[in-house]
């Protein structure tokens, strides 16, 4: 009986336990300078991550013994110059750097519960999983038309 119970002791010290999803997160920003409102959309479009305003970027990993990572980069306008603005304009852009960063996070929430549900799954159909979540990111993007209702526009 001692035996038995070492032998399962034992087994159960040698399996390795799965930790949460590890998740990690970067911000980084896109330097704009324009004078005006026409000026911020124009340079925002022109140098915009992947001719958007601001980007949001998740990718998860899986081991075979489904450790799960989660990696999301956020890209965001940098106002390098606010002084070059009138007030007026500078509370617009803030009000819209606010909403668009708002915006971003919606979608890295996407990545999170997406890493999640696979880890929970045991990385049981991890691709259906990640489908499922960046159709909702496409669905955010549509139903908000970019976050433009959101608050995500200078005008």
Wanted: hydrophobic share 40%; proline share 4%.
């Amino acid at each position: 009986m001692i035996r038995i119970f070492l032998v399962i002791l034992t087994l159960v010290a040698a399996t390795p336990v799965v930790a949460a999803p590890q998740m990690t997160e970067r911000l980084i920003h896109y330097p704009v300078s324009g004078g005006n409102l026409g000026e911020l959309r124009r340079e925002m479009a022109q140098n915009g991550p992947n001719g958007f305003w601001g980007y949001t970027r998740w990718w998860i990993e899986w081991s075979t013994r489904c450790e799960v990572t989660l990696t999301t980069t956020i890209t965001m306008p940098r106002l390098e110059q606010p002084e070059r603005l009138s007030a007026r304009d500078l509370d617009i852009w803030q009000r819209m750097e606010a909403a668009l960063y708002a915006h971003e996070r919606l979608h890295a929430a996407h990545g999170i519960a997406a890493a999640r549900e696979i880890h929970q799954a045991g990385c049981r159909n991890a691709r259906a999983i990640i489908n499922k979540w960046a159709r909702q990111d496409r669905i955010l993007d549509r139903t908000t038309r970019h976050g433009r209702t959101q608050g995500v526009r200078l005008d």
